[in-house]
């Protein structure tokens, strides 16, 4: 068997308020998780959660990966929009251009994320969460493919986007440039395998496709996880169980 994508996780300064601020947003139930984690739960109970852990690490340019929330209408637009204003999101500029569809924010700690216009036929399979969009190669994108079993549905000027079978959420990579990376990022994929399967034939199977372990031994199975990188250095973690 191989790892399913349990959650996205953002390292944040407050977790539960940062929970309560997504939960707010897309109207879906949050949890208190263990310590000082927080998270909130997809509707429909089969979804991919998004979990909030505490970190500290000072931001530092823009993240690798955001949201891009789809809109049925546009006044469904708008009504997200100032949902998030009201929750405690901001108005940024990432380079958009006036005629624009999209509305680029901020949460309150700072994560960038847009409120897509309506039409966007790329997004119209997906959900509310229409895609966590990453700044990433197209080598990436076939790592995911294959790391996660997701078929490419996208896969053009080097350019790709996977989703699960089961549709949902697509996660999209933009090809070059890719900005380098500086630091933690803050955004990372949690995997976790069902129970029974095999870890450590797992985690071989992931280093076999492009994946790298952590040199400095953090998660290296003791409780039950293990800290790895995807061929771009992104973080993202293998649990043993779920």
Not at 138 to 152: I, K
């Amino acid at each position: 068997m191989t790892s399913q994508l349990f959650a996205i996780c953002f390292r944040a300064t407050r977790p539960s308020d940062l929970a309560r601020f997504w939960s707010g947003v897309l109207g879906w139930e949050a949890a208190d998780g263990p310590g000082e984690d927080a998270a909130v739960l997809p509707p429909d109970g089969a979804g991919i959660r998004i979990r909030f852990l505490p970190g500290q690490e000072p931001k530092t340019g823009q993240n690798r990966a955001h949201f891009d929330l789809t809109s049925a209408t546009p006044e469904d637009q708008r009504r997200t929009v100032t949902r998030a204003l009201e929750y405690g999101a901001h108005h940024i500029d990432v380079g958009q251009l006036p005629e624009d569809g999209h509305v680029v924010l901020a949460d309150p700690d700072g994560n960038e994320f847009c409120v897509i216009e309506p039409g966007n036929k790329f997004l119209a399979d997906t959900g509310f969460i229409g895609a966590l969009a990453c700044d990433g190669t197209q080598e990436v994108g076939y790592f995911w493919s294959e790391a996660l079993r997701w078929p490419l549905v996208w896969d053009q000027d080097e350019e790709t986007a996977i989703q699960s079978p089961d549709g949902g959420t697509k996660i999209t990579w933009g090809g070059p440039p890719v900005a380098p990376q500086t630091g933690t990022n803050r955004l990372f994929l949690e995997l976790a395998l069902p129970s029974g399967a095999d870890w450590q034939a797992e985690v071989g199977r992931l280093v076999s496709l492009g994946a790298t372990r952590s040199a400095t031994g953090e998660g290296d199975g003791e409780g039950g996880h293990v800290l790895m990188f995807d061929p771009d250095g992104n973080e993202f973690s293998v649990q043993r169980t779920r």
